[in-house]
């Protein structure tokens, strides 16, 4: 097969045998593929030094069934200001966490990997807020379709944002039909939409308390789609950011 160039962030890499790196990226043309890197442990150069947990680069690679053969990798970015701070490394390490686990191998997505390279970028270039992470959850269970309606209750077709809601299962409904999941009050419906709408990290301002409600809808959101534990949650979760 021949070699084919894509754009790529690297989501995972585990050590193969005496020097190989097994890596997961997510690609702009070819979707997520898992590739072997021969020798990569011990020529990172020959990789461009490019081989690094979510760096952003240019990637060669043959295509195969299983394994993909990777044969080169330039850097576009490898996110230094990232690099050298823990709560955003603890950021973005959840966010490729939570790409792979929702992401199917091979399966092209540019809104999803628009997405996460924006992230990437808003953590590169300014301070660590947890409401990039929610607006970045937000738009990951939108764009997979995941995002149940925040315009319509689905039992009485009533507007959720009238009178506040309640999620029950994977459904928003209005306050009056009841749900037991976490209540959404009715500015943070609001909040909620309009920050889909916009579709740009730090556009919409979320004061606390509705801060802290769409965090605990994206939470049981977020658990119960990716359906086992996230474990860079509890790397987060440790330095007091979750
Ligand atoms: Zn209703």
Known sequence: MLAVTDEAIVLALHDYAETDLVCTFFTLDHGKIRGIAKGGRRSRKRFG?????????????RPKDGLAR???????????????????????????ELTDLFLPEGLRNPRFHR???????RLESSPCELLDRRFFE???????????????????GGDPSVHGARFSGPDLLCAPCGGSGPAVSPGTVKLLRRSLATGRFGAVEFPPRELREAGEV????VASHAGKEIRSLRFLREIALA
């Open 70 to 96: 990777l044969e080169e990798a330039e850097p576009i970015s490898v996110f230094p200001s990232i690099r050298g701070d823990l709560d955003k490394i603890a950021f973005a390490g959840y966010a490729c």
């Open 49 to 61: 030094g490019a081989l690094e947990l979510f760096a952003r680069l240019r990637l060669t690679f």
């Open 115 to 121: 997405l996460l390279t924006a992230y990437l970028d």
């Open 138 to 156: 937000m738009n990951l269970l939108n764009v997979l379709g995941y995002c149940p309606p925040l315009t319509e209750c689905p039992s009485c």
């Open 218 to 221: 994206l939470d049981s959101l």
